[in-house]
């Protein structure tokens, strides 16, 4: 009897070797050397002009700000990573998060950690932990089971 016939012949790519010399081995050790050395180069090029810029904009920033009586600044960091002594502080208020049926949040969904008032969250039979409407299930009897317990 004879062989089946392979069905993959069409998707079959034949490996070959392609064999590189030291003489090409060499000449990529050398473009490559030439290219991190532009880049680094290049590199410190621009930190060099961006820190030059950033200076003379602080210093003239800082001198225009002399109604400041503490002798304490605030550092903020600069896009290229350096200390600046000019900046924007954010203001980050304590805000009342609400629910998404506009009442202030008691809680939040064990599972899907949505924010959750006293009237969306459902408490679960087995795990006794409050869940949103999505991730409650009613079993038997009506009892409410999170998604966790259900499995």
């Not at 949040?105 to 679960?124: D, F, K, N």
Request: proline letters at 1%; one cysteine or more.
């Amino acid at each position: 009897m004879a062989k089946r016939a392979n069905p993959f012949v069409d998707d079959f790519i034949p490996q070959s070797k392609v064999h590189v010399g030291i003489k090409q081995f060499n000449n990529n050790q050398d473009r490559l050397k030439q290219v991190y050395e532009k880049t680094l180069q290049l590199l410190f090029k621009g930190a060099k002009k961006c820190s030059s810029l950033d200076i003379t904009h602080s210093e003239h920033t800082a001198l225009s700000n002399t109604d400041k009586q503490d002798k304490m600044k605030q550092l903020f960091i600069g896009k290229d990573g350096s200390l600046l002594h000019s900046g924007k502080m954010v203001d980050n208020k304590l805000r009342l998060k609400q629910c998404t049926c506009g009442s202030n949040v008691e809680s939040q969904c064990a599972y899907c950690e949505v924010s959750l008032c006293g009237g969306c969250q459902h408490m679960c039979v087995h795990c006794e932990r409050s869940h949103c409407l999505r991730c409650i299930m009613i079993g038997l009897e009506g009892a409410e089971i999170c998604v966790s317990c259900y499995s």
